[in-house]
Structure formats: C-alpha cells, structure tokens
C-alpha cells in the first residue's frame, strides 16, 4: 500500500507558475507509474501528466510545453510543475500510482491522494 498527499495548491494568476508536489508514505515508489490528473466539478477526471517507474514522461496535449513532470524517488515524491498558468487550469489535482507504466485511464489506477485546489484568476 502506498499512501499519498498532495499539496502546493492554492490561488494563481494567468501566467503565474506553481508547483504541485505528491508525497508518498508506505512503501518506496522506485516500482511505480506516478501520475496527475485533474477534475473540474461536474466533469470527468482527466489525465495531465504521468511519469513511468524509469522516467518516461507523458503529457495530455494541453499540459505540453506548459507543464513538466518529475520524479524524485530518494524524496518518494513526484511534482508536477505549471510553467504558466490559464484560468482553464482550475481545477483539482491529483496525484495516483499504478504498477511501472502510466496510463491515462484512471480506472487503472489503484492508489490515489486527496487532491488539491489550484484556481487561476485573470
């Protein structure tokens, strides 16, 4: 079991950047896919970026070039870092693991973290 908690959410402007970081507690997380993802209320929750138990990064379209994702397993942690901000990036996050590979489908993912509220005002 790997237990995990998000945090550094909060208040942003447009342009702004922000880091969000997952802390992971329980086991090491050297042979887990780490993963963010995001949901507005009333929709679905949507893959951001995800980061393979080796390091190979994957982004959804929209978090390209904006976005940048990094593992740190001495630290059992994963960040996700907002290179500058759009008001449609409000949203809450949320960091999940799964076994080695990252997928964008969130049903496979078995170990999920609370979230955290990022808002982005113009």
């Known amino acids: 079991q790997v237990q995990l908690v998000e945090s550094g959410g909060g208040a942003a402007q447009v342009g702004d950047p922000l880091r969000l970081s997952c802390a992971a507690s329980g086991r090491s997380i050297e042979t887990y896919a780490m993963t963010w993802f995001r949901q507005v209320a009333g929709k679905e929750r949507e893959f951001v970026a995800g980061?393979?138990?080796?390091?190979?990064?994957y982004y959804a379209d929209f978090a390209k070039d904006r976005f940048d994702i990094v593992r740190d397993d001495a630290r059992n942690a994963v960040y996700l870092q907002f290179i500058s901000l759009k008001v449609e990036d409000t949203a809450v996050y949320y960091c999940?693991?799964?076994?080695?590979?990252?997928?964008?489908?969130?049903?496979?993912?078995?170990?999920w973290g609370q979230g955290t509220q990022v808002t982005v005002s113009s």
């Open positions: 999940a693991a799964r076994d080695r590979f990252a997928t964008e489908t969130s049903n496979a993912y078995p170990y």
């Open positions: 980061v393979d138990y080796k390091s190979s990064v």
